[in-house]
């Protein structure tokens, strides 16, 4: 894990190896202070020597002027590193997510994600900027002041050896009973997230259904949640403040008790006892900033534990080591499929077998859960079989290079989804370089030209974030023009006419007939009426094909979609009905 994370220091590692040194330097002349310190009292006041006191007083301000320098380079390099270390640590883990599957996706949540990505990196952040600094000066500092110490008087430094002793014992129960807390809040924080997410990607479900109170709710238990575990955690953490406090001045109590005594039998001057209270106060806030870096650390830990298994995560699907760039044409093949999200779960899809030839349009109907997008989802591998095999111009999908195959399987899910930028910007997705003629032809197809040129900067309109200024018709319509632009061989529409009205979904049929007759079509949808004119329907039940012919076969053999089509005549004559009494 460690490992994982130092890796992405990279470009700054030189910087995160000369704030050492400029803190080993800051160091070096910080203890060296009190040591001048005492010969001021001793050599120059005590005897009544006013060079001594410049001598020792110039040393003094010099000493101080080079440890102001060289602390100010070990922050400057250790921002610098951390800063660095944390920008490639984000790089890291957003390239890797890129690749992932959709089923590494549901591994983890969205919510999971961003809070990897955000608190966890700025924890590591923070953790390595102190471990540059204060890992190294807190030592430093320690185990500098202690030889001063034993060089001033050894039996005196013995106190000192006795509060690292008591505080190292209690820095171990803190960081043992600590380190659970903070794994369990990190989790917190992913569901408090996600409950945020939801929300107000939601926000205008919620309103319309009058739900504020109840989400509410749901915000208040899960930030309850992560409110008493903090109180846990922080309250713990508390204890090392008053323990701290309770050694410092259990050392400055011993140190002035014996110290008087030993100035007394003339073992000990004035100065150096002066001294030894500088030291020991070096050597308690040495302790008190190592207790702070064991508190960090621990934090923090759990922090990189999640984001080395974000970057350490190996896509499930991948190229193969020779794979193939083109897809010769639009055929498309399942050899006894099986499907499951989760090994060793139900499986979503059982035993498929379909053979769509090139250029052929395909409807694909059945029930809510019948597997309808599981089918559709293996074809441009978004999934990868659990058992079987999918074939794509002739040849496994799994032989494919994945961008040359979805470049060649273009779809349109069921969720309509617009980027923030132009209307142009958005439908280049489809294609990089496609010139404005090229998108004005292809949301011509879509039907979607009419309304982009209605508005006053057309296809430099801006779409908001998620679409939320267009309506779902017009997203879908953007969508499917989007999708065209690839001139894909194998064009899925999973449910993608749902928001727009009969008139239109005819029209976009019509258009896909006369204008891209080559590629084969695959629409799936609830309503008959937008798949009847296909080629061939195949009707999904639990998982399974029960049907695979043309309108007029099903409804003649296919029990279930005969049932869906009267179910759906005797709706729309209902309607026509009432809408003729209306009237």
Same mark, same amino acid.
């Given at each position: 894990m460690?490992? !994982?994370?130092?890796?992405?220091?990279?470009?700054?590692?030189?910087?995160a190896?000369?704030t @050492?040194?400029?803190t080993?330097?800051e160091?070096?002349?910080g203890?060296? &202070?009190?040591?001048?310190t005492?010969?001021?009292?001793?050599?120059?006041?005590?005897s009544g020597?006013?060079?001594?006191?410049?001598?020792?007083?110039?040393?003094?301000?010099?000493?101080?002027?080079?440890?102001?320098?060289?602390?100010?380079?070990?922050g =400057?390099f250790?921002?610098?590193?951390? !800063?660095?270390l944390?920008?490639?640590?984000r790089?890291?883990?957003?390239?890797?997510?890129?690749?992932?599957?959709?089923s590494?996706?549901d591994?983890?949540?969205?919510?999971?994600?961003?809070?990897?990505? #955000?608190?966890?990196?700025?924890?590591i952040?923070n953790?390595?900027?102190? +471990?540059?600094?204060?890992?190294?000066?807190? @030592?430093?500092?320690?185990?500098?002041?202690?030889a001063?110490?034993?060089?001033?008087?050894?039996r005196?430094?013995i106190?000192f +050896?006795?509060?690292?002793?008591?505080l190292? !014992?209690f820095?171990?129960?803190?960081?043992m =009973?600590?380190?659970?807390?903070?794994?369990e $809040?990190?989790?917190?924080?992913?569901?408090?997230?996600?409950?945020?997410?939801?929300?107000?990607?939601?926000?205008?479900?919620?309103?319309?259904?009058?739900?504020?109170?109840h989400?509410?709710?749901?915000?208040?238990?899960a930030?309850?949640?992560?409110?008493?575990?903090? &109180?846990k955690?922080?309250?713990?953490?508390?204890?090392?403040?008053?323990?701290?406090?309770?050694?410092?001045?259990?050392?400055?109590?011993?140190?002035?008790?014996?110290g008087?005594r030993y100035?007394?039998?003339?073992?000990?001057?004035?100065?150096?006892? #002066?001294?030894?209270?500088?030291?020991?106060?070096?050597?308690?806030?040495?302790l008190?900033?190592?207790?702070?870096?064991?508190?960090?650390?621990?934090?923090?830990?759990?922090?990189? #534990?999640?984001?080395a /298994?974000v970057i350490? %995560?190996? @896509?499930?699907?991948?190229n193969?080591?020779?794979?193939?760039?083109e897809?010769?044409?639009?055929?498309?093949?399942?050899?006894?499929?099986?499907?499951?999200?989760?090994?060793g779960?139900?499986?979503?899809?059982?035993?498929?077998?379909?053979d $769509?030839r090139s250029?052929e349009?395909?409807?694909?109907?059945?029930?809510?859960?019948s597997?309808?997008?599981s089918l559709?989802?293996?074809? @441009? =591998?978004?999934y990868?079989?659990?058992?079987?095999s999918? /074939?794509?111009?002739?040849?496994?999908?799994?032989?494919?290079?994945m961008?040359?195959?979805?470049? %060649?399987?273009?779809?349109?899910?069921q969720?309509?989804t617009?980027?923030?930028?132009?209307?142009?910007e958005?439908?280049?997705?489809?294609?990089? *370089?496609? #010139?404005?003629e /090229?998108?004005? /032809?292809?949301?011509?197809q879509?039907?979607?030209?009419?309304?982009?040129?209605?508005?006053?900067?057309?296809?430099?309109?801006? $779409?908001?974030?998620?679409? !939320?200024?267009?309506?779902?018709?017009?997203?879908q319509?953007l969508? &499917?023009?989007?999708?065209?632009?690839?001139?894909p061989?194998?064009?899925?529409? *999973?449910?993608?006419?749902s928001?727009v009205?009969?008139?239109?979904?005819?029209?976009i049929?019509?258009?896909?007939?006369?204008c891209i007759?080559?590629?084969?079509?695959?629409?799936?949808?609830?309503?008959?009426?937008?798949?009847?004119?296909?080629d061939r329907?195949?009707?999904?039940?639990?998982?399974?094909?029960d049907?695979?012919?043309?309108?007029?076969?099903?409804?003649?053999?296919?029990?279930i979609?005969?049932?869906?089509?009267?179910?759906?005549a005797?709706?729309?004559?209902?309607?026509?009905?009432?809408?003729?009494?209306?009237?």
């Open positions: 460690f490992r !994982t994370i130092l890796k992405q220091v990279k470009q700054y590692k030189a910087a190896l000369l @050492p040194l400029w080993t330097l160091v070096i002349m203890v060296l &202070i009190p040591y001048a005492a010969s001021i009292i001793d050599k120059g006041i005590g020597s006013l060079p001594d006191v410049y001598k020792y007083g110039g040393i003094m301000l010099g000493l101080a002027s080079l440890s102001l320098v060289f602390g100010i380079l070990a =400057r250790a921002a610098y590193s951390s !800063t660095g944390a920008a490639n640590l790089r890291a883990m957003y390239r890797n997510i890129q690749r992932f599957s959709f590494d996706i591994k983890y949540s969205t919510a999971g994600l961003v809070t990897r990505m #955000t608190t966890d990196v700025s924890s952040q953790a390595f900027q102190m +471990l540059l600094r204060t890992t190294f000066r807190a @030592p430093l500092n320690l185990v500098s002041a202690l001063m110490c034993f060089v001033i008087h050894p005196l430094s106190i +050896l006795a509060a690292m002793v008591a190292g !014992t820095l171990t129960f803190l960081i =009973r600590a380190a659970r807390l903070f794994k $809040i990190l989790l917190k924080v992913d569901r408090l997230n996600g409950v945020v997410q939801e929300n107000v990607s939601a926000i205008r479900v919620v309103k319309a259904f009058v739900r504020e109170s989400e509410l709710s749901k915000f208040d238990k930030a309850l949640g992560l409110y008493t575990l903090n &109180i955690a922080e309250t713990l953490m508390a204890l090392n403040g008053p323990v701290m406090s309770l050694i410092v001045n259990a050392c400055i109590i011993a140190l002035s008790w014996w008087a100035i007394v039998e003339g073992s000990l001057t004035t100065g150096q006892l #002066t001294s030894l209270f500088s030291y020991i106060m070096t050597v308690l806030s040495s008190i900033m190592l207790s702070m870096i064991f508190v960090q650390l621990t934090r923090s830990a759990a922090s990189a #534990t999640r984001v /298994e350490d %995560e190996v @896509p499930d699907m991948d193969p080591p020779e794979p193939v760039m897809v010769a044409d639009g055929s498309i093949r399942f050899n006894h499929v099986f499907f499951t999200y989760k090994a779960g139900d499986y979503a899809l059982e035993d498929i077998n379909l $769509i250029g349009t395909v409807g694909l109907i059945g029930g809510t859960g597997g309808k997008s559709v989802n293996l074809i @441009p =591998r978004l990868d079989v659990s058992e079987g999918v /074939e794509v111009g002739g040849r496994d999908v799994r032989s494919y290079d961008t040359s195959l979805r470049h %060649e399987v273009s779809m349109v899910l969720t309509s617009l980027f923030s930028g132009t209307i142009l958005n439908l280049r997705w489809g294609k990089a *370089d496609a #010139t404005l /090229e998108c004005q /032809e292809a949301c011509r879509a039907m979607a030209d009419e309304f982009i040129q209605s508005f006053p900067d057309g296809y430099n309109t801006r $779409i908001e974030q998620g679409g !939320t200024n267009v309506s779902g018709g017009q997203r319509r969508c &499917i023009a989007r999708a065209l632009l690839m001139r061989k194998v064009l899925i529409l *999973d449910d993608s006419t928001a009205d009969t008139a239109t979904d005819a029209a049929r019509e258009t896909f007939r006369t007759p080559g590629t084969t079509k695959i629409i799936i949808s609830q309503r008959i009426l937008s798949i009847k004119d296909t329907i195949i009707v999904m039940q639990n998982g399974r094909v049907g695979f012919d043309t309108h007029e076969n099903l409804l003649r053999d296919n029990a979609y005969r049932e869906i089509n009267q179910m759906q005797s709706g729309a004559e209902a309607d026509f009905d009432q809408l003729r009494n209306t009237a």
